[in-house]
C-alpha cells in the first residue's frame, strides 16, 4: 500500500470514527434524557463526556491532519469550491462541538448533584442544557453530511 493509499485510509476511517461516535453519544445521551431517570442519566452523561475526550477528539485531529496532508498530496488549493466548503463545514461543526462538550461536562455534574441530593427528576437548568446540547448537534451533524456528499461528488 502507498502513502496515498494509507492516508486516504486513516482520513475515511477518522470519518467514520467521528461520526459514528457523534451518532452513538448522541443517541445514548437523547434516550437517557427522554427516560427520566436520574441514575441512567448521570451514568450515561458521565460516559459521553469519556467518550468525547477518547473518541470524538482524537477524530477530529485526525481528520484535520490527514486532510491537510492529502490536499499537499494531491495538490488541491482552497480555489476549489467543494474543498473551501469542505472546510469551512468542518470548523462549523467544530464551533458546535465546543459548547456542546461543556454543556455535557456541566450536565455531568448536576446529574451528579440531582443522583447525589436523591432527586426524582433533573432540575430546569439540566433541561435548559439538554436543549440546547440537541440543537447544537442538528448544525453539526448536517454540516457532517454535507462534507459527505462534498468529498464524494467534488462538485466543481
Same mark, same amino acid.
Given at each position: 500500500?502507498?502513502?496515498? =493509499? /494509507? #492516508?486516504?485510509?486513516?482520513?475515511?476511517?477518522?470519518?467514520? +470514527? =467521528?461520526?459514528?461516535?457523534?451518532? $452513538?453519544?448522541? *443517541? *445514548?445521551?437523547?434516550?437517557? &434524557?427522554?427516560?427520566?431517570?436520574?441514575?441512567?442519566? %448521570?451514568? +450515561?452523561?458521565?460516559? @459521553? +463526556?469519556? /467518550? &468525547?475526550?477518547? *473518541?470524538? #477528539?482524537?477524530?477530529?485531529? @485526525?481528520?484535520?491532519?490527514? $486532510? @491537510?496532508?492529502?490536499?499537499r498530496n494531491l495538490n488541491y488549493s482552497l480555489s476549489q469550491t467543494w474543498l473551501a466548503w469542505s472546510?469551512?463545514?468542518?470548523? !462549523?461543526? $467544530? #464551533?458546535?462541538?465546543?459548547? @456542546?462538550?461543556?454543556?455535557?461536562?456541566?450536565? %455531568?455534574? !448536576? /446529574?451528579?448533584?440531582?443522583? %447525589?441530593?436523591?432527586?426524582?427528576?433533573?432540575? %430546569?437548568?439540566?433541561?435548559?442544557?439538554?436543549?440546547?446540547? *440537541?440543537?447544537?448537534?442538528?448544525? /453539526?451533524?448536517?454540516?457532517?453530511?454535507?462534507?459527505?456528499? !462534498?468529498? +464524494?461528488?467534488?462538485?466543481?
Open positions: 500500500m502507498n502513502s496515498y =493509499l /494509507a #492516508l486516504k485510509a486513516i482520513h475515511i476511517i477518522s470519518a467514520a +470514527v =467521528l461520526f459514528g461516535t457523534g451518532l $452513538g453519544i448522541a *443517541f *445514548f445521551k437523547w434516550t437517557a &434524557d427522554r427516560s427520566g431517570t436520574v441514575a441512567a442519566i %448521570r451514568l +450515561v452523561t458521565e460516559k @459521553v +463526556v469519556v /467518550a &468525547d475526550w477518547f *473518541f470524538t #477528539l482524537p477524530a477530529i485531529l @485526525v481528520q484535520a491532519a490527514s $486532510g @491537510v496532508a492529502l490536499m472546510i469551512v463545514l468542518f470548523c !462549523l461543526a $467544530g #464551533l458546535c462541538w465546543i459548547p @456542546v462538550v461543556w454543556l455535557q461536562i456541566r450536565m %455531568r455534574e !448536576l /446529574a451528579r448533584t440531582s443522583e %447525589r441530593e436523591g432527586a426524582a427528576s433533573m432540575g %430546569r437548568q439540566y433541561q435548559n442544557y439538554a436543549l440546547m446540547w *440537541f440543537w447544537l448537534g442538528v448544525p /453539526a451533524f448536517a454540516a457532517v453530511l454535507l462534507i459527505f456528499w !462534498l468529498m +464524494v461528488t467534488k462538485p466543481q
